[in-house]
C-alpha cells in the first residue's frame, strides 16, 4: 500500500534560518497528490500546500515545495524560520485509485527558538 | 472556510464503556474522516464514508464502528472502549476525495480509563 515518510520527528531552529523537513513517499499510482498539512498547538491541522504537477515549485504562506516524482519526494522549505512556524507538519499522500485514501506521514514537529 | 463541528471536545470512559463521538459538517462536503492522532503515529485513518449510508474502512478499523446517517452526520462508535483507544480523535471532510483539501474539525480528546 501507500506509504509516506518523514525521516525527522524533531527539527529545531534558530530564528532566521532555513527550513527544510523531509517527505518521501511510495505509492504504484503515477499521478499521486501530495499535501502539507501545518497542525499549531491546541489547533486541528489545514492545509499549508499540495501538489500533483511534477517538478513544478508550489508556494503557500512564505513555504514551497516541489514534487518529484524521479525521486519520490515533496520536501517543505523556507527560506527563514520565525517563530511563528514552531508546530507540527505532516506529509501526506493521495496515491491509490481509492478515493478516499489519504496517507498521512508520521509528522515532524518544527520548533523555533529566538 | 468549511465548518466541521465535533463534539463531545472530552470524554472519559472506562474500559468496557460505550462511546459515542460525533461530528457535522455543513458545507455539503460528500467525504467525511474519522482520525486518531498518536505521538510517534502521526494521522491514522479509522473510517471514512462517501455519502449517507456509506462506510470505508480506514487503516485502523479494528475496535471502531461508524455510521453516516446524512450528509452533514457522521458517528464513531466505540462499543467496548479499551485503553489502547485513548487518544485525540478528529472528524474531517472534504467535498470529494482524498485528492481534495481536508478540513478538520477542532477534535475529541478521549480517555479510557
Known amino acids: 500500500g501507500d506509504s509516506v515518510t518523514q525521516t525527522e520527528g524533531l527539527v529545531t531552529l534558530t530564528e532566521g534560518l532555513p527550513v527544510m523537513l523531509n517527505c518521501t513517499y511510495q505509492?504504484?499510482?503515477?499521478?499521486?497528490?501530495l499535501f502539507w498539512y501545518v497542525q499549531h498547538l491546541n489547533e486541528s491541522p489545514r492545509l499549508l500546500l499540495k501538489?500533483?504537477?511534477?517538478?513544478k515549485r508550489t508556494e503557500h504562506q512564505g513555504f514551497h515545495a516541489t514534487l518529484h516524482k524521479s525521486s519520490s519526494s515533496f520536501h517543505l522549505q523556507k527560506s527563514s524560520a520565525q517563530l511563528s512556524d514552531s508546530a507540527l507538519y505532516y506529509c501526506a499522500l493521495s496515491g491509490t485509485q481509492v478515493v478516499g485514501q489519504l496517507t498521512f506521514g508520521r509528522g515532524t514537529r518544527l520548533q523555533v527558538y529566538a | 472556510e468549511a465548518a466541521v463541528t465535533q463534539s463531545p471536545r472530552n470524554k472519559v470512559t472506562v474500559t468496557g464503556g460505550n462511546v459515542t463521538l460525533s461530528c457535522r459538517q455543513t458545507n455539503s462536503h460528500n467525504y467525511m474522516y474519522w482520525y486518531r492522532q498518536d505521538t510517534g503515529h502521526g494521522l491514522r485513518l479509522i473510517h471514512y464514508s462517501y455519502g449517507a449510508g456509506n462506510l470505508q474502512i480506514g487503516d485502523v478499523p479494528d475496535g471502531y464502528k461508524a455510521t453516516r446517517t446524512t450528509q452533514e452526520d457522521f458517528f464513531l462508535l466505540l462499543e467496548l472502549a479499551s485503553p489502547s483507544q485513548t487518544s485525540l480523535y478528529f472528524c474531517?471532510?472534504?467535498?470529494?476525495?482524498?485528492?481534495?483539501?481536508?478540513?478538520f474539525g477542532s477534535g475529541t480528546r478521549l480517555t479510557v480509563l
Open positions: 501538489s500533483f504537477t511534477d517538478n
Open positions: 474531517a471532510s472534504s467535498e470529494e476525495g482524498s485528492a481534495e483539501t481536508l478540513y
Open positions: 505509492t504504484i499510482y503515477s499521478n499521486p497528490f
